[in-house]
């Protein structure tokens, strides 16, 4: 087992580059099942999701090279559709991209009901239905989750949440379907155009990704063929902005898409803090303790959810009390315990929680609850006096590439040791 020793407190200066998205990562993934052929794709991040991933692919019978840590390419003209990937898939989230793939390109999958953060409950029930109007019959037992179909037929799919995950499954099990599918209140998440943009420089003729109704229609085959290059990870960039304002730093956040950040940049300079943005290049600083804030995380474009706990570090220390209303996740306030530990005065109501800013956090023993509250902490223990240990760093791991070297190269003291 490893765990984080940070040193603090240190006002983050210098350059950080953001790596490929995680949450386009592990869709474009799971989506090269359905070329029978060739493709390679570049800026994919160095993380253990990612690694699993190509994992379960070598499974099902898919070769992969691997050019660098972050550059491979994949060769799917022979998938045992057959092969038993029931353990493996129940270990994270994103492994529900197999059933809409699957279909697609097997008429079949079986899955283990997928793991992941635990931020409450995470039904599929939206997936589900669509798989079923496409035509696919599910059954869920014992834990796994069997779907066929004969035919996939394309149709019109109302969501009534604008889920991403069942937005991107539907996408998936539809792009070899017979005639269009039209997705309505459909997610507009980056990550959902950029698997769109994949797919279609497979062969794939999909339309509208990025606005509530998506039309795709269906082709014969994907041929691949082609490179692509996964777009920047807007919940990392959104990390290190909010590592910059909580440490009262500054820094230069390159290979980013400023467009994507917007909610959170209207709300970093709402707080008092400064954002200049310069082609793909963002630039944040903060010199004194930001304001309060009110924040409501909603589906893109409003507040991201992935980005409330980092968030959350920054109100901690904030003057005044703020309150963050979170609409996406149950339990997403569990760090909120871990940073009273370090000094916050936060009070999680379920729903929401109130954050009443105290002028300082200090070190503490911590535990990292998921992903995104992992990042949290470490932003924490860089802006607090003092050594916090942060345990259970395998979420972090998941999702973030190299998230020490990267903190430590602006000047963060902070070290992975075996506990
Ligand atoms: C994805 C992201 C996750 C992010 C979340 C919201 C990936 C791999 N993960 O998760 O990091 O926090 O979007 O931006 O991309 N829901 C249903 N039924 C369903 C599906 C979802 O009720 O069938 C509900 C969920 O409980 C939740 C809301 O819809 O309250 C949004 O979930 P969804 O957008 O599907 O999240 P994920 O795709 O799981």
Known sequence: M????VKGPTPLKGEVIISGAKNAAVAILPATLLINGICRIENLPNISDVKLYCEILEHLGAKITWHTNNDITIDTRHIDCNADIIEITRKFRASYYLIGSLLGRCGSATVGIPGGCKLGARPIDLHIKGF???GATTNTTQGNIYATADKLVGTSIYLDIASVGAT????????LAEGTTVIDNAAKEPHIVDV???????GADIRGAGTDTIKVHGVKELRGGATYSVVP??????????AAVASRGDLVIKNCIPEHLEPLTAKVVEIGAHVEESGDELHVWCDKRPSKANIKTLPYPGFPTDLQPQMGVVLATADGTSIINESIWESRFQYTAELNKMGANITDQGKSALFQGVPELYGAPVNV?????GAALIIAGVS?????????????????????????????????VEE
Do not use: C, P, W
């Not at 769109?196 to 497979?202: G, P």
């Open 369 to 373: 609850t998921d992903l995104r509250a």
């Open 168 to 175: 991107i499954n539907i996408m998936l099990a539809s792009v």
């Open 132 to 134: 079923e109007a496409l």
């Open 233 to 242: 990870d807007q919940i990392e960039a959104g990390t290190f902005m909010l």
């Open 196 to 202: 769109a943009n994949f797919l279609n420089t497979m």
């Open 2 to 5: 490893e765990k984080l020793v």
């Open 384 to 416: 607090a006096k003092g050594t916090t240990e942060i345990y259970n760093i395998e979420h972090i791991d998941r999702g973030y590439e190299d998230i020490e070297g990267k903190f430590r190269k602006i000047g963060a003291n902070i070290e992975r």
